[in-house]
Every structure is written in C-alpha cells, then in structure tokens.
C-alpha cells in the first residue's frame, strides 16, 4: 500500500517561536483566521531563555543556549508577515505540533527554509533516530560545510558572546521611566495580551516590560469561574494588533505606570496604533491615562470621534448626548464684562446681549470640612458670621483675581462643547472652553492649581474638547503641588466688611480721607451711583456712593422684601448698565470725601484717569447735585451738563433752556456805573485779592495753550539751557499736571526761579530743568488772569478771623462764574464787585453775613447805596452774633481803656 504524497499549505507568517518553529495563520474569514505551529523537520535549534513562571512552585528560569536569539531573528527577518507554503511530514502523537517542510513563495520552487537556517549554522541537524534519506542528507552536507565555514553556532570560542542578559522585571518603574526622559526605545512586541496590553523586549537592554497602551481601552478577555470570557470584539482587536506589531520592530515612548505595569505609546513605521484601533472602532479614550500622552491626545480623541460618527464596531449602538446648536451660537467672539467666580464669566456678544457662561469639566474650589481626632466635622475657627465665598473659601479669590486681571475687558474666543440642561432649581448651564490669545482659561487656571477637573462616567461625551489638555494640566499641577495640591497652609483672606456698620466706617473714614486717591476694585453695581468696591491696601469692603452728581436708580427690591420690585426711573437701567461695563471688577481709584449716616462713603471715582461721575453727566444718565459747587470738579462737571442738555442726551431729552438772565446796566453820574463782565475766578491770594480770566477769551486760551505745548513737544527744550532773568516772559512746566504755560520771572534764585503764571494767576518755584524761553510768537497776545482786589471790605485783624475769611472766600468764588463790575482804583489796583452768574448772590455781601469781614467804609457818592446794603449785613451778622461779632461790637474795643489812643 502507497504512502500518500503530503498536501501542499500555503499561509502567513505569524509568529517566529524559536530557530525552529513557526507559527502560521490563514486568511481572515469574518473574524481572527486559523493557525499551526509548524517545526522544522530534522533539525533542532537553540532553546531561548524562559522565565520562571510566579504561579507554578516549581518553575525555574532558563537562560538562552548560544545562537538560540540569532537562530530566532534569522528567521524574523526572512519569514514575518511573509506568504509561505509548507509541506506537514508528521504530527507530534503528544504535542499539537507539526513537522515538515517551509518554502518561502507559493510553490515548492522557493527558497526551503530548513537549509537556509542550516546553511547559516544557526541549528543543528538530527543524525539518530531518522531514517536516512535524501533530504537529511544534503542538509547534513549543508552542516558540514558550515562547522568548516565556522558559521553561527560553530564559530569557535563566540558561544558566550550570543547570548543574552535578560531583565525580566523592572525594580522602580517610575524611576526607569523618567530615566528614558520621554524618548523613543527601539523594541521588539513579543506577546499581544489584548488589544491594548502587550509585552516587549526594549532593545538594546533587553528589558522585558509589559505596556498598556496609554489613553485608550480595548475589549478584553476576563477570567470567569475559572473560564475565559471574551467581551465583544475583543478577538478582532487583538488579531488587528497581532498582524501589524506582533514581532515587529517598533518604537515605544514610555509614558506612566499602573500596577507595575508600564503606560506608553506604541509606534510603529506605518504610524500610531492607538489611533489605528480608535479609527477603526476597535478602542475608546479612558481618562485615567490620557493625562500621560506625549504624542497629542487631541488626535485621538479625534479619531474616536470618527469612529463614533460612523458607528465603527464597539459604537454600532453609540447615541450622542451632546445637544445640536447652530455655529454662529457654538463659535463667537465676546467681551468679557465679569468674573461670577473661578468658572463662571458674563460675556457681552457682538450683538449686545449679556450671556453667562461656564468654562467647561471645571470645578472651582469648594469649602473644605474639617474634622477632629474622631473624623466628626467641626466648625472653621478662622471663619465667624456669614459665609462669603469668595473670601472664604480657599483660592476662590486667587482663581476669581487670576481671570480678571487677565480677562475683564478683553475679547475672547468661545467655543461652546456642551449644554448642561436644567435640574431642580438650577438653570440650564453654557459650557465652553474659553481662549485669549491661543491661550486656553480653564487651561491656566488648572495648570495654577487654582480649579481641578471634573471626572465624567466613560460614556459621558459632555466635557470639554481640550478635556486632555486640562488632565495633563492638572498632573502638573498635581506634581508641582500648586495651589489646591499644595501641602502648605491655605491662604486666609480677613476682610473687614464695613457696609452699613456706622462703627466701623468712622474708624476707616480718617484714613481713607488721608490717602487722598486710593487703587480699589468695584465688586458690585447697584445703580449708576452706587457701588461695593474693595480696597486691597487697607482690607476692606465698602458701600461707595458717587459725589457731585443725581443719578437715576434702576429697578430694586422694595423695603422689607417680599418679593417686590420698585419700578426703575427714567434711565435708571441704562445709568446702571453704563457703569457695569465701565467700572465693574475694575482697578479704579477713589476719593473719599464724606460719609453718610447708614456708613456708606462718599466721593469721586476714577476709572483710567476719568471721573465717572463727569462721564455719566457727559453720557446724559446723570445731573449735577448741588453738593458739587464746593468741589473742584464743579466746573467740569457743569459745562458736561450744559453740553448733554445742548445735545439732548438721555434724560435731557425734553430740556427746553430758559432765556437767559440780563443784568441791567445803569449808567448815571450820580449813581455808580455798572459794566458786568462774565469771568471765571483762576487764583485767590492775600487780602481779599484774586486772579480772574474773561469767560469770552475761554476758547481763545485753550488753542493758544494747546499750541504752545504741541511746539513744546515737537522741538523740546534743552533742560537747563535757559537762563531766567526778572521781568522776562518764559514757559514753565507746571508741577501738578507736567503741562507748559506761559509764565513771568519773578525772582531768579540758584536752582531755578519764582515765576508767576500770567494766563492763571498761581505762583511757583520752579526748577531750571522745567524752565524754556518763550516764543516769540506768544508775546503778543496779553496776560489772560488780571488781578483784582474785593471792594468795600476788608479782613479783620485776628489771624484765626483772617484764616477763616481767606477759606470762605476761597470757597464761594471756587468752580464758579462771576459777573464782575470795577467799583474804583488803589494804587492802580481795582476793586471790584462780585455777582453769582447762577443766583446773582453778592460774594462780599455774603461775607459780611457770615460775619467773616468787616465793613470797609467809601465816602463816594455812588457807592452809597452798596454801602448801606453792606452796613445792613454787617448789621444782621452783628445781631446774630456771627463768627467775628460772637462776642459781642469788635469795634467797640477801641476805647482808651483798651490801649486805643486815637
């Protein structure tokens, strides 16, 4: 009976087990295809090293015998991936292996593997046992010529040289990872676990690792009452992994640990294979280890997207939880008008709706319970009275002062990721990640410690798009120990809240008044005048009410709660609108004047420089109180009111302007002469005199001025250069605003000299550095602040009487407009009258009520009549015992008894 001839195989390459046997599969047929184990019939190669196996007693490891790994990589490099055919000679009665014969091809006519592995003398030919034929014996031919060649094996005195120092374990895999610094490591994949889990030797060491693929989880083969349970498409993962790594030179980046085992990125020439499998739908994105992807988690998780959209293999049942919206509403730009607190922003949109935002899988910091020795919580000692979260709770202040500093004020980039919908009593939530300049918010925030991330359920796609970045954030953070990880005590912030507690505002009032300007930043809005603002010098959060001005008020809640709302004024809404986007969560400036009876201070607020009270008078949302006419800012903020009321802004609308008042004129030889001109008062001096400019050469002054400096700016002095002489006209720099003015040398001294301002009236040293000649072109036009002196009365002579008079008179004629009429001359000096443009008030008049001066007594005929009146404020003063009459006729006191010797 005939023997019948061996069946021709034809398959892939697999897997090359050792020198002498192979592993070859077949073609897939909807799912991982067949394999067999083919050994080299009549040789034997060299046995690779074994580890000893934790979980039998018994096992011990074996080291390589020399060649076994040359033997095994010959045949890697000729076969792996390759299509082969094979011939099976006989089976293994007790082993599933079979033996025979590989060609390399589809026929027979390829190269026979067994002797190209003899040939190398890379194994060894059996002599014993086998009947002898005609293929054993050109093999042992190929022996022979090879031990004479001293090929492989039997290269004499080498066997120590071929074989190989394995590591199987890595003592501190954190410290063996951060010794490879990130870089790549050449390696070999000799065992794929599952499709995300496989085991290596890193070349040139020889280290053997197992590496979970960083960022992604396959399906996997889970142990079941002792069986092997197999999650779907788990198979067909790890087949797609085994045809494209398995014994494979690849490159791996070492990434992170867990469990000992190594987390890193695998790649190979062809590109990633994590995202290969996320493309291909056989993986998905785990957080836990996305965080340690060096090779940019933003591609994979682009890929997993792509799988999901198509419904790829583990997503065929994927239902999205993301809410459809528009582009115009996912994508815009906005501007920043505040910070609600370390995650929330109000943003004003193009169109000019508010919209609040969150930035998105933030959480901003919470409060902390503390517990005692038995784990019970137990009450914050360093807190009392009601809670203020955003002083009270650690890094609220830093993470909520971070984004204003940056933000407030600022264009961003938005982009909305998800919509939390609406639950219970909270509303529904915008959720975006939020840039400024390619710089991510909630990216920053994270990296300082200041926020921590927030940690989804696996199929929640709800997160932010740049949810890696902030993982990868958070670890250095975490790593750094900043902010919420940091280990040191946690900032305390004692705010000393004083709104509406009348004690503690009198205790402040003194040295807010002191400071003069203090930096402070507006934390609350109420109306267009009124405002909470904090002063970080001083510790201490206040009520601040605007000075000078009446402003509408919006809508508010009615005295004694219940619900219900006061209708807002005319404006109201818009006054307090304006100042929201000008002031809120500002560095401002303010200056503290008063303070009311409820605790609230009172004063003047600039923003950038700019008073807001003139800019809600120039805007129409407010008018000038009559509180104003003592301040130095009165001038400006009435010609900003007269400019609103002419342009018919806002609330002056409907304004008709009265006529105006005319002064009747009176021109007698008899009576006195009245020629009222329209002035301003610039400077006050000693005795009763001062400097006045025309209102009619107000325009006139202000170009000449604005020129001047502009020539000043274009051809500068050279400090130093002019030498002042006394009498001569020159332009000095003036020490308050650091602005030129023409000016007169009064007295030249050493480091520079008194010169007085023509065009104002005010004196000053001045150094020589702010000194320069005048242009000519300047001379010309005259002096524009004449000095006057106040008619028909005079300053007592006490000199606290004469320090009261002086203020008085500062103070009626500062910010206001006068008409004023020469009376007569002294030594060439005139005397004059002063009438109030808005009231038609006299100013001397007035003094000699108050009891401030005294009656200077004029024996022309024509000023008798505004001498009666004069006596007759004397008079009332006198009765009512007024400031210098308070004791009693002053000029009674003349008598001889009191020294007066006539």
């Known amino acids: 009976m005939s023997v019948p001839s061996p069946v021709l195989h034809r398959g892939i390459v697999k897997q090359i087990q050792s020198g002498d046997a192979v592993i070859i599969r077949g ?14 019939s009549n040789v034997v190669a060299p046995k690779l090293a074994r580890r000893a196996n934790p979980n039998v007693s018994s096992s011990v490891e074996t080291k390589d015998e020399p060649y076994a790994w040359e033997a095994r990589e010959y045949l890697r490099n000729k076969l792996l991936g390759k299509e082969v055919c094979f011939l099976v000679e006989y089976k293994a009665p007790a082993a599933d292996r079979e033996y025979g014969v590989i060609y390399v091809g589809k026929d027979e006519t390829g190269e026979n593997v067994t002797e190209s592995v003899v040939k190398e003398g890379l194994v060894e030919v059996r002599r014993l046992g086998i009947k002898s034929s005609d293929e054993q014996s050109k093999l042992i031919e190929l022996e022979d010529t090879a031990k004479a060649a001293g090929k492989g094996k039997w290269a004499e005195g080498t066997a120590a040289d071929h074989t190989r120092a394995i590591k199987w374990s890595v003592e501190n895999p954190r410290n063996f990872i951060d010794s490879h610094h990130g870089k790549p490591i050449d390696a070999i994949i000799e065992y794929v676990r599952d499709g995300c889990t496989m085991r290596a030797f890193l070349l040139p060491s020889f280290h053997y690792v197992t590496i979970m693929l960083s960022g992604v989880k396959c399906p996997m083969f889970k142990m079941e009452e002792g069986t092997t349970v197999e999650e779907p498409f788990a198979a067909e993962a790890r087949y797609f992994v085994e045809s494209r790594l398995l014994q494979r030179n690849v490159q791996v980046i070492l990434e992170g640990v867990s469990n000992n085992n190594l987390l890193g990125t695998v790649l190979h020439p062809n590109g990633n294979i994590v995202e290969l499998l996320l493309r291909e739908g056989f993986a998905r994105c785990v957080d836990w280890s996305m965080g340690v992807v060096s090779q940019g988690p933003e591609k994979l998780r682009a890929a997993e997207k792509g799988a999901k959209d198509k419904r790829q293999r583990i997503w065929k049942d994927y239902v999205p939880s993301t809410v459809c919206m528009k582009i115009s509403d996912k994508e815009f730009q906005a501007k920043v008008i505040e910070v609600v607190n370390a995650d929330a922003l109000v943003l004003k949109t193009n169109d000019g709706t508010s919209k609040k935002i969150f930035l998105a899988s933030i959480r901003p910091p919470r409060q902390q319970a503390q517990t005692d020795a038995d784990g019970d919580s137990k009450p914050d000692a360093r807190r009392t009275g009601r809670v203020r979260p955003l002083y009270d709770i650690p890094y609220m202040f830093e993470a909520r002062e971070f984004l204003r500093k940056k933000l407030i004020g600022k264009k961003v980039n938005v982009v909305v990721d998800y919509v939390q919908p609406a639950s219970d009593s909270f509303p529904e939530k915008i959720c975006a990640t939020v840039t400024i300049g390619n710089i991510n918010v909630a990216e920053a925030l994270v990296s300082k410690g200041l926020t921590t991330v927030i940690r989804y359920r696996q199929d929640d796609d709800q997160r932010s798009s740049q949810f890696d970045v902030l993982l990868a954030a958070e670890a250095r953070a975490l790593k750094n120990g900043k902010g919420l990880h940091s280990k040191k005590e946690t900032p305390v912030h004692r705010v000393a809240d004083i709104s509406g507690d009348l004690g503690k505002a009198k205790q402040f009032l003194p040295f807010l008044q002191r400071a003069k300007r203090s930096e402070a930043i507006v934390e609350f809005v109420a109306s267009g005048s009124r405002l909470r603002c904090f002063i970080p010098r001083e510790t201490c959060l206040f009520t601040f009410l605007l000075a000078g001005i009446s402003c509408p008020r919006g809508s508010r809640p009615a005295p004694g709660g219940g619900g219900v709302m006061v209708e807002a004024e005319p404006y109201g809404e818009e006054a307090t609108q304006f100042t929201k ?14 303070m009311d009876k409820a605790g609230n201070f009172i004063g003047w607020l600039f923003v950038d420089g700019v008073n807001l009270s003139l800019q809600l008078i120039e805007e129409g949302l407010a008018s000038v109180h009559f509180t104003a006419e003592r301040s130095p800012y009165f001038k400006q903020l009435s010609g900003a009111e007269s400019g609103a009321k002419k342009r018919k802004q806002k609330m002056w609308s409907n304004f008709t302007e009265a006529e105006p008042v005319v002064v009747e004129t009176v021109e007698d030889d008899v009576e006195r002469k009245v020629n009222y001109k329209s002035v301003c008062i610039t400077e006050v001096g000693n005795e009763l005199h ?70 104002y009236g005010n004196r000053e040293n001045v150094p020589h550095s702010c000194l320069a000649t005048l242009p000519s072109t ?38 206001h407009q006068f008409y004023l009429n020469p009376e007569y001359k002294v030594n060439g000096l005139e005397y004059v009258s002063l009438l109030r443009v808005d009231n038609e008030e006299d100013v001397a008049k007035n003094l000699l009520i108050e009891g401030l001066v005294c009656l200077d007594s004029r024996r022309e005929r024509r000023l008798q009549k505004i001498m009666t009146q004069y006596s007759k404020a004397q008079e009332t003063a006198k009765a009512q015992r007024r400031n210098l009459w308070r004791y009693g006729d002053i000029s009674e006191d003349d008598a001889k008894e009191f020294g007066y010797s006539g």
């Open 27 to 40: 073609q897939p047929k909807g799912g991982p295809p067949p394999e067999r184990t083919i050994c080299l």
């Open 581 to 594: 986007e000008l002031c809120l969560q500002r560095e401002v400036e303010v200056e503290v004047e008063a």
């Open 690 to 759: 001062f400097y006045a400019q025309q209102t009619d050469n107000g325009p006139q002054l202000t170009q000449l001025m604005d020129q001047l400096r502009r020539d000043m700016e274009e051809t500068p002095p050279l400090p130093g250069s002019y030498k002042p002489k006394r009498g001569e006209l020159c332009t000095a720099r003036f020490s308050v605003d650091n602005e030129w003015y023409r000016a007169k040398v009064e007295k030249a001294t050493e480091a520079g000299a008194a010169v007085l301002y023509i065009d």
């Open 778 to 815: 300047y001379h010309g036009t005259p002096p524009q602040a004449h000095e006057y002196v106040l008619a028909c009365v005079k300053l007592p002579d006490d000199a606290d009487d004469i320090a009261n008079a002086k203020e008085a008179f500062a103070e009626d004629t500062a910010n």
